[in-house]
Nanobody, 123 residues
């Protein structure tokens, strides 16, 4: 079992930056690939970015590529999402998720989820 707690969301303006954090506890953090997903009202949960167990491999949705950066600090059991040049279409509830073993982008393959942190970008 892995417990995940997100933080760092908020209300910002277009062009601003935010840094989301995901603190993990429970099982060995390095055994899990990690990811960020988001869900806007009335829409399905979608892939944002994922990172492999070592932190060397990363993947991004086209909509955030070049603006968002995912990272992890395995010594601190924490994953981050640096979000720059935020747009109104980035407004959503952002979830942190963990997947035992191999890296994947499909949210259905992730076993553990946090409660989410709200990001709202005003125009």
């Amino acid at each position: 079992q892995v417990q995940l707690v997100e933080s760092g969301g908020g209300l910002v303006q277009t062009g601003d930056s935010l840094r989301l954090s995901c603190a993990a506890s429970g099982r060995t953090f390095t055994a899990y690939a990690m990811g960020w997903f988001r869900q806007a009202p009335g829409k399905e949960r979608e892939f944002v970015s994922t990172i492999n167990r070592s932190g060397v491999g990363t993947s991004y949705a086209d909509s955030v590529k070049g603006r968002f950066t995912i990272s992890r600090d395995n010594a601190k059991n924490t994953m981050y999402l640096q979000m720059n040049s935020l747009k109104p279409e980035d407004t959503a509830l952002y979830y942190c998720a963990a997947r035992y073993g191999i890296w994947d982008n499909d949210p259905k393959s992730f076993n553990y989820w946090g409660q989410g942190t709200q990001v709202t970008v005003s125009s």
